[in-house]
């Protein structure tokens, strides 16, 4: 009895093993619960900064003389200069180009010297990294020959093609050099990845922007195999663990691809920038605060021109990789969807990407002003006075019936009038006029019909107590 009573579960135990388990369940739960709310808190409060706005314009291609591919290097000065203008017209803070600004430097620079006056008429500061057609040529750009000099005009001290800068007060932003000469494949040295750990260590608890040419979370279709992944950075994963592992990268911008594409890694939002000169000729416009960054696409304003470069993308080379039976649908991948395109990105860890509160608010403006309309144009009163013109003419015919017949009735009185017997004192005039169309008429028979006698029709003879007898007419018709 003893080892069985000894063998039974005792009861109290397991319930206070199991009271104290779902305590210690409930507190954990509690821990990571309030463990995320702090640190939403903490990212939400890490920055402290005046909300900014900049422009993004990639792949340029600025060039002079060389003909048109699938980009239109004859029009790459007029769609530089058309963004300029409306760069100038929204007022940024500053404006960052993310490579391939020039078709190659040209011939003793030219491109690159056109490109710099071209900057001269923008209104605010801007920063640029390089793409490969920046650095290659028969032989390779000396980059920090030709572009040093203008590194440090723009406030950059690193004896590097690699940089960072902080363009406002508790911003900071980091231009990445993937570019490698004569290749469409980007690189990123160890050198420059063990310099961005030692940057973002040393500017911590600022809101942090990363550029770089190519994209290092590649969108589709280059996140696939051959022959898009030869437009991708080898090394991308390795640079996303270390602007994940960061607290204070939010963002990620990139060209290279032809592609409008918004996406999330952990914390950072990758956004793919289209091109300037290859369809869809668009660029990107952010404002950023506390809250989170709102992308807006402006597109070049010469619409006969970006209809000629849609034309061109879709007969060409990369259309048909994409579908050779229906290379039209890689124009879908070019403009992106709506939250490509247009969206708010919040900062707080987890949210994702929605779209802008303006397109919003423009709607409920349009059904307010429906709503609105029948109240400030007073349509009952409207559909009163069309009444009033719609029985109006109905009422016209029987107005012009009542015309008609006291007209008629007018006329008939007058002919009645003439009708009537004249008085006696007027017999004899009214003789003589009953004689005078007599005379007329044998006449008019004497003259046309000559060889045939005819009698003339006697006058209509009044009551002998009223009338004389009727004069002889003076001619009568021969024989």
């Given at each position: ?23 210690f ?30 422009v ?30 409306s760069?100038?017209?929204?007022q ?6 993310a ?20 900057m ?22 000396d ?9 440090k ?13 902080d ?10 050099d993937t ?5 469409e ?7 420059q ?12 608890g ?7 040419h ?82 807006e ?24 990789q994409?579908?050779d ?6 124009l879908?991948?070019a ?18 990407a929605?779209r802008?509160?303006?397109?919003k ?32 003419p ?15 009735s ?22 003589a ?11 008019s028979?004497?003259t046309?019909l ?17 009338v004389p007898?009727?004069?002889?007419p ?6």
């Amino acid at each position: 009895m003893v080892e069985n009573t000894f063998l039974q579960p005792d009861s109290k135990a397991n319930q206070q093993t199991e009271v104290s388990r779902r305590s210690f369940l409930a507190s954990l739960g509690a821990l990571t619960f309030f463990g995320q709310l702090a640190s939403i808190s903490e990212a939400q409060a890490v920055f402290n900064f005046a909300p900014f706005s900049f422009v993004v314009i990639t792949d340029s291609h600025l060039a002079n003389g060389m003909p048109d591919t699938i980009k239109l290097l004859q029009e790459s000065q007029l769609f530089l200069q058309d963004a300029v203008k409306s760069i100038n017209e929204q007022q940024v803070d500053f404006v960052i180009f993310a490579g391939d600004q020039v078709e190659g430097i040209g011939r003793d620079e030219a491109f690159w010297q056109l490109f710099i006056d071209i900057m001269s008429n923008l209104s605010c500061p801007w920063y640029f990294v390089l793409g490969e057609t920046d650095v290659s040529g028969p032989p390779a750009v000396d980059r920090m020959r030709t572009y040093g000099p203008d590194f440090k005009g723009r406030g950059i001290t690193s004896d590097k093609s690699y940089w960072s800068a902080d363009p406002a007060s508790g911003v900071h932003l980091i231009g990445l050099d993937t570019a490698r000469a004569n290749s469409e494949t980007g690189e990123l040295s160890d050198d420059q990845l063990t310099w961005l750990k030692k940057d973002l260590a040393a500017n911590k608890g600022k809101m942090t922007i990363v550029v770089s040419h190519h994209p290092l979370l590649a969108p589709p279709p280059y996140d696939g195999g051959p022959p898009f992944e030869e437009y991708t950075v080898p090394q991308g994963a390795s640079a996303r663990e270390i602007l994940g592992g960061s607290q204070d990268v939010r963002l990620a911008i990139s060209g290279h691809v032809p592609v409008n594409k918004i996406q999330r890694e952990r914390n950072v939002w990758f956004v793919a920038c289209p091109p300037l000169d290859v369809y869809p000729c668009q660029f990107k416009l952010f404002h950023v605060s506390t809250q989170g960054i709102t992308v807006e696409t402006l597109m070049i304003r010469y619409e006969a021109l970006v209809k000629k470069a849609r034309k061109v993308m879709i007969n060409s080379r990369l259309a048909f990789q994409y579908s050779d039976k229906n290379p039209e649908s890689f124009l879908r991948l070019a403009e992106g969807t709506e939250l490509d395109r247009t969206a708010f990105l919040p900062l707080a860890p987890g949210a994702v990407a929605q779209r802008l509160l303006k397109s919003k608010v423009k709607k409920k403006d349009k059904k307010e002003e429906k709503k609105d309309k029948p109240e400030k144009k007073d349509k009952p009163d409207k559909t009163n006075d069309e009444s009033e013109q719609v029985e109006k003419p109905a009422q016209k015919p029987a107005k012009k019936k009542k015309e008609k017949l006291e007209k008629q009735s007018q006329d008939n009185q007058k002919a009645d009038q003439k009708l009537r017997p004249a008085k006696t004192k007027d017999l004899d005039s009214s003789a003589a006029e009953s004689v005078a169309p007599v005379k007329e008429e044998s006449t008019s028979t004497e003259t046309s019909l000559p060889a045939v006698q005819t009698t003339p029709t006697p006058a209509p003879v009044p009551a002998p107590s009223l009338v004389p007898a009727p004069a002889t007419p003076k001619f009568m018709p021969g024989p």
